[in-house]
């Protein structure tokens, strides 16, 4: 069991590029959310998926940030035109059933805009 | 809304005494409780979580916890902290019912000297 894959490990992105951050869940694991961790903050949710549905997009910047989970395929989060305070570590979590039990994180992509 | 509130930003204990975290939480009906720790530039890992039953619950590397309803409190606990114990420690909630967003505490660093 492979566990949570989120590539790449580090991205490294100009101000103004584009940033695509991948989350394969679990195998059997159909639900997945997005977190981010700003320097010295704890991580904030972002946005809550089942495959081809977003169920909760609250946490989302309003512009720029968005989120798919494709029915083949992982999950993908996009970042367009990165600024500087985008700069943070992004972690993808899956469970198989949308409850707390089995709830796992993967090791996160550490975006870097410079 | 859940929260969860971890008063103590920053922690140093000398290696070889004892350890506890403080976590309280709020949130109207049963949560599901968890404790994370991270290692600079790493992933979460879970220590323990609580869901039901017995209010100690004992998780990996020798740490433990106890869900006390009366306080809204879910501490973590270390009879005796070792030198690898040094990283930052996450509290985390999540709804018991509906789906499962997960609500973190800020963090406490835990800094270990010998």
């Known amino acids: 069991n492979a566990g949570v894959m989120q590539n790449p490990r580090h991205l490294v992105r100009r101000r103004g590029q584009e940033a695509r951050l991948r989350c394969s869940p679990m195998?059997?694991?159909?639900?997945v959310y997005w977190y981010r961790q700003l320097p010295e903050e704890g991580l904030k949710f972002m946005v809550y998926?089942?495959?081809?549905?977003?169920?909760?997009e609250s946490g989302m910047p309003k512009e720029r940030f968005s989120a798919e989970f494709p029915k083949e395929g992982p999950s993908i989060l996009r970042i367009q035109q990165v600024v500087r305070g985008d700069s943070a570590a992004y972690f993808c979590?899956?469970?198989?059933?949308?409850?707390?039990?089995?709830?796992?994180f993967g090791s996160g992509t550490r975006l870097t805009v410079v | 809304a859940q929260s969860v509130t971890q008063p103590d930003i920053h922690i140093t204990v000398s290696e070889g005494a004892s350890l506890e975290l403080r976590c309280n939480y709020s949130?109207?009906?049963?949560?599901?409780l968890f404790w994370y720790v991270q290692s600079p530039g790493q992933g979460l890992q879970l220590l323990l979580k609580?869901?039901?039953?017995?209010?100690l619950v004992q998780g990996i590397k020798g740490f433990e916890a106890e869900f006390k309803r009366s306080q809204s409190s879910f501490n973590l606990r270390k009879p005796s902290v070792h030198w690898s114990d040094a990283a930052e420690y996450f509290c985390?909630?999540?709804?018991?019912?509906?789906?499962?967003?997960?609500?973190f505490g800020i963090g406490t660093k835990l800094q270990v000297i010998p």
């Open positions: 195998k059997g694991h159909s639900h």
């Open positions: 949130y109207g009906a049963t949560p599901y």
């Open positions: 985390a909630v999540v709804n018991s019912g509906g789906y499962q967003k997960v609500t």
């Open positions: 609580y869901f039901s039953g017995d209010t």
């Open positions: 979590a899956s469970s198989p059933d949308g409850t707390g039990h089995g709830y796992t």
């Open positions: 998926l089942q495959k081809e549905n977003i169920i909760d």
